[in-house]
């Protein structure tokens, strides 16, 4: 939003930082020098035309202004919207970075202070999952990081002159070469694919920050990764056991490579002379076997390094990581022995009088040894429960060969490295107890090492949990595995699948409910729970600043651990930035540890009327909408759900069938992403206007709802959400693309819901407008929506151009990244 636009609302924007000008101002102007050499000026005028009408038309909305913006998109020809499309895109995604390092300046600034260590122990896990609408293809994305690592050296003080000079040539040869680069992939990537893209995760930031968040919060973190990608096969054909297999076998193959790195690096240092740090006893024993194993390199290493053991020690400990690489059988029989390894050496060091060695980098390889393991995440499988039921009647290769991947990489590997096998729409026990007799049937002591996981994402289902549980935990092989794993469960919530069941207010409160159900339930039964939130990136998935969520969770449903999914590009954008991954992390560990307990008591139990009264109000106004006659239609004509569902972004299909227009079989993530490109983000707030309605109009009703919005975080955070995902909106496109589907009945009904909830948003929270108290994320939105707009007005005039695919493809990407969302 442009000053005058701000003013007009009485509310003051928010500076900007000179920093973030500047890189804002280098880069973009490298960009359009990229386009003026690269595209030519003709081009380079169409985009600053195009770029000029929509931001006048935004600065004062008028009949000649929206006529002079149709003006110019009529004027641009298919050849040339293709390369506006990545004009627009590449702006999008060069300011997305430089914000980013502003986000980094802000975290430095922030962070000098160090914060107390945690004084109750925490688990967190983290699961990468494959996303079906992660719309950068890889390269872009390695391009954008050199960018951003780039701009960060122009921070250092000590950069200018010859050296000032080389960031820039370099940063002009990476904008250049991301212009140059097609936005959009030419063939969807295959499972292994996507299992190398999560590994880029890893080495960007992951594996490195993992001992720094330690440190910070204390030892009574504990971190843990997991993974569906290659593992994940619900709904996936293309999710083989072969695939499962290589999966793991690249995961295993990275750690290793990463801690023989860092073993070599950590050894050039590690310089201590026998004199000042004597040897123990067990680092000599250790030495003799090396000599006994690695002769020729021991007694090099001995001849060079004759005065430094522990230096020798730690150069062949790499040797023997290298060995287990590549299935040398003087390599270490497992994760365990590298650690009891790494220990023999750090105890030396400490019985010697260097604590300070053993404490430091050794202290992180060995954090990080006990983390990652030799398998680097914890790989799990999904299949639907369906699949299995039908498996139990009429024998299925594939499923069989699953079951005998998961016991192959456990013989391998060790348990930890794949023991989760999660059930998609679990119904009852009877999907449990199928599970356990097709893993029985691949390997009969499978069960016993088995963890077979309900995942509850239907109202049905979640409404019925703790009775779904109760017959589950009496099965024989889940009491044989409850008792040898310590008594621990885990039950996965699905946030996608209820929200597009219910509408998100609705499958919002369900689920809170189902937390403090199923946390009530497994206290009784002296269970050990872990809550597993299969939440997506968009507000209509449950999405959300995760940290303020896991404050805002029912008192007691934490208790010390938290599992969630990490998606596509919400996993990028948290572990893109060393900086950021760890501000990320430690938030995470902080909130779980400052988590309501159960004793705590629970906000929302003074207001038991009010939500019944939104919950059926909201679900009905959901319900009305999605199922009314010719829905599905108005879906697939007004949205680009067609052109979604063809783009190559990931291995998995869109819908469950072959036709995006079954509803009900269409994907949770395509179904928020054409929303979102459609200007509506129907998902992230229809339903909610009526539900707070039906208590507003209550005697005393807004009242009551007002102080739950400021008593009860969960629904202050619910409300913010739906703003975020309006405010994203826009209301004039979103008539235009309503428009195509011709069915005026459902566009009155979509914009009838968007004034109601406007308006109770504004009259709850009472701020004067949308994120009213969110004044820097409003601009940051405002400012936005201009560029935003132009690529949308171009898809709409080539979304049924058959010829103009591609085209339509680039829009939809750069869309996504103007929004900082896809589903």
Request: with cysteine.
């Amino acid at each position: 939003m442009t000053s005058r636009a701000a003013a007009a609302t009485g509310r003051a924007e928010r500076p900007v930082p000179e920093t973030l000008r500047r890189d804002v101002r280098l880069l973009t102007t490298l960009l359009g020098d990229a386009i003026r050499a690269h595209g030519g000026e003709d081009l380079f005028a169409t985009v600053e035309e195009l770029r000029r009408a929509v931001r006048r038309l935004h600065e004062r909305p008028t009949p000649s202004r929206a006529a002079a913006v149709d003006r110019v998109i009529a004027g641009i020809s298919r050849e040339q919207g293709a390369h506006v499309a990545r004009a627009f895109t590449a702006f999008f995604q060069l300011v997305n970075v430089a914000e980013e390092r502003q986000r980094v300046r802000e975290l430095r600034e922030r962070g000098r202070a160090p914060l107390p260590p945690l004084t109750r122990p925490v688990e967190v896990t983290e699961v990468l999952t494959a996303h079906p609408t992660e719309a950068k293809r890889r390269a872009v994305v390695e391009h954008l990081w050199r960018i951003g690592d780039l701009l960060d050296t122009l921070d250092d003080p000590r950069t200018g002159g010859r050296v000032g000079g080389e960031t820039e040539r370099r940063l002009r040869e990476e904008i250049a070469s991301l212009w140059l680069t097609d936005p959009v992939r030419r063939r969807p990537p295959e499972p292994l694919d996507e299992v190398r893209a999560t590994m880029a995760l890893f080495d960007r930031t992951i594996f490195t920050t993992l001992p720094k968040v330690v440190r910070a919060t204390g030892t009574r973190t504990s971190m843990h990764w997991g993974t569906w990608v290659g593992g994940d096969r619900d709904g996936n054909p293309g999710v083989t056991a072969e695939v499962t297999l290589g999966a793991a076998a690249i995961a295993r193959d990275h750690v290793l490579r990463g801690y023989e790195t860092a073993a070599r690096r950590i050894a050039r240092s590690l310089s201590a002379s026998q004199t000042e740090v004597p040897p123990s006893a067990a680092l000599r024993r250790s030495l003799g076997r090396d000599v006994r194993d690695f002769p020729d390199r021991a007694h090099e290493l001995a001849r060079t390094l004759p005065d430094a053991p522990h230096r020798r020690k730690l150069v062949v400990i790499a040797e023997r990581l290298a060995a287990t690489r590549t299935g040398d059988p003087n390599g270490f029989a497992s994760a365990a022995a590298f650690e009891r390894e790494l220990e023999t050496l750090r105890a030396s060091l400490r019985d010697g009088g260097a604590a300070i060695l053993a404490d430091g980098e050794l202290a992180d390889l060995a954090e990080q040894a006990r983390t990652f393991g030799f398998h680097l995440a914890s790989l799990e499988v999904r299949q639907h429960a369906a699949v299995l039921r039908a498996a139990l009647d009429d024998t299925n290769p594939e499923v069989d060969a699953t079951f005998r991947a998961i016991a192959r990489i456990q013989d391998e590997l060790g348990e930890a490295a794949c023991h989760r096998f999660v059930i998609s729409f679990t119904r009852g026990a009877a999907d449990v107890a199928a599970a356990y007799t097709l893993a029985r049937r691949a390997d009969p002591a499978l069960p016993r090492r088995l963890d077979v996981i309900c995942l509850f994402e239907s109202g049905t289902e979640l409404a019925h949990a703790t009775e779904i549980l109760d017959d589950v935990v009496a099965l024989p092989d889940v009491r044989a595995r409850l008792r040898r794993n310590g008594g621990r469960l885990e039950v996965m919530l699905g946030y996608s699948d209820s929200s597009k069941e219910a509408g998100v207010l609705a499958a919002s409160l369900t689920l809170y409910e189902a937390q403090r159900a199923i946390a009530a339930w497994a206290r009784a039964k002296g269970l050990e729970l872990t809550i597993f939130h299969g939440r997506g990136g968009a507000l209509g998935r449950g999405g959300g600043p995760t940290a303020r969520a896991i404050r805002a969770q029912p008192p007691g449903t934490v208790d010390g651990r938290f599992k969630v999914t990490e998606q596509g590009e919400v996993a990028f954008a948290r572990y893109g930035d060393a900086d950021i991954a760890w501000h990320h992390l430690e938030q995470l560990a902080r909130a779980v540890a400052g988590a309501p307990s159960a004793g705590a008591s629970d906000p929302s139990d003074a207001f038991a009327p009010e939500i019944a009264a939104m919950r059926t109000a909201s679900e009905a106004a959901w319900r009305a909408l999605v199922a009314a006659p010719g829905f599905a239609r108005c879906v697939t004509r007004a949205t680009p759900i067609k052109q979604i569902a063809s783009m190559p972004i990931a291995s998995r299909p869109v819908s469950r069938t072959s036709s995006v227009e079954d509803l009900d079989s269409l994907r949770a993530i395509p179904w928020v992403f054409s929303w979102a490109q459609a200007r509506v983000n129907l998902p992230g707030w229809f339903g909610l206007g009526t539900g707070l309605e039906a208590v507003a109009e209550t005697r005393g009703g807004l009242t009551r709802l007002r102080r739950m919005h400021t008593t009860w975080p969960f629904f202050a955070v619910l409300l913010e959400n739906a703003s975020v995902s309006l405010a994203k909106a826009d209301r004039t496109l979103a008539a235009r693309y309503l428009e195509r589907a011709d069915q005026p009945e459902h566009a009155d009904a979509i914009f009838e819901e968007w004034d109601r909830t406007e308006r109770m948003l504004v009259a709850v929270t009472r701020e004067e407008e949308l994120l009213g108290a969110r004044s820097g994320l409003r601009s940051a939105l405002d400012l936005r929506a201009p560029y935003v707009d132009a690529l949308s007005y171009l898809q709409l005039r080539f979304l049924d151009d058959p010829k103009a695919t591609r085209l339509v493809q680039a829009t939809i990407a750069g869309v996504a990244a103007g929004l900082q969302n896809t589903g």
